[in-house]
């Protein structure tokens, strides 16, 4: 039976086969070390992750690919972990970058919910049977220190193809879109 580390690598190997080229390319640098287009910088639970998951040409890293697809795991459903669209991580890279910019200081991801299993998903009140969270194509995070309608209008300038405004959190997808709500 395969183990996590070698379904990781797997699905690392088959999605960065599949991966466009650098879409982080034309992205915006700051001044703050670690924030820009190939980094993020989140807390997911208790675990605080500083991963720069392109290299300096701005090819997909593997290992750092491999840390974000289990930061982003369902910790509620036993620790599992899938492939996560890399296009889903760079997006949030331009989120960051763009709102630690406006903040003029790091500013770090909360992430409230990365990949959730079918299963987890149906106890969710609310969540969309087909829902990208199961596709591992959506986040639902707060930026540690921004007004959530602040990151949802970021995310919409970005052109965010899913977008949810929430209360205490924004919900953010590469699923086909556009889609609001």
Do not use: K
């Amino acid at each position: 039976m395969a183990g996590r580390r070698d379904v990781v690598r797997w699905l690392l190997a088959a999605g960065l086969a599949a991966a466009a080229a650098p879409a982080a390319a034309g992205l915006r640098l700051t001044r703050f070390r670690g924030i820009g287009a190939r980094f993020l910088w989140l807390r997911a639970g208790a675990e605080e992750h500083h991963v720069a998951f392109r290299d300096r040409s701005g090819a997909l890293s593997e290992a750092g690919l491999s840390r974000l697809c289990w930061a982003f795991r369902d910790r509620h459903a036993g620790d599992v972990a899938i492939w996560m669209d890399p296009r889903l991580f760079d997006l949030l890279a331009a989120i960051q970058t763009e709102a630690t910019l406006l903040a003029d200081r790091p500013l770090r991801i909360e992430l409230v919910s990365g990949f959730r299993t079918a299963r987890r998903n149906l106890t969710i009140e609310g969540a969309a049977p087909a829902s990208q969270h199961i596709r591992g194509r959506a986040a639902d995070f707060a930026l540690a220190g921004l007004d959530p309608r602040e990151t949802a209008r970021i995310a919409d300038r970005l052109g965010a193809p899913g977008l949810g405004r929430y209360a205490r959190f924004t919900h953010v997808d590469v699923g086909p879109g556009p889609r609001r709500w």
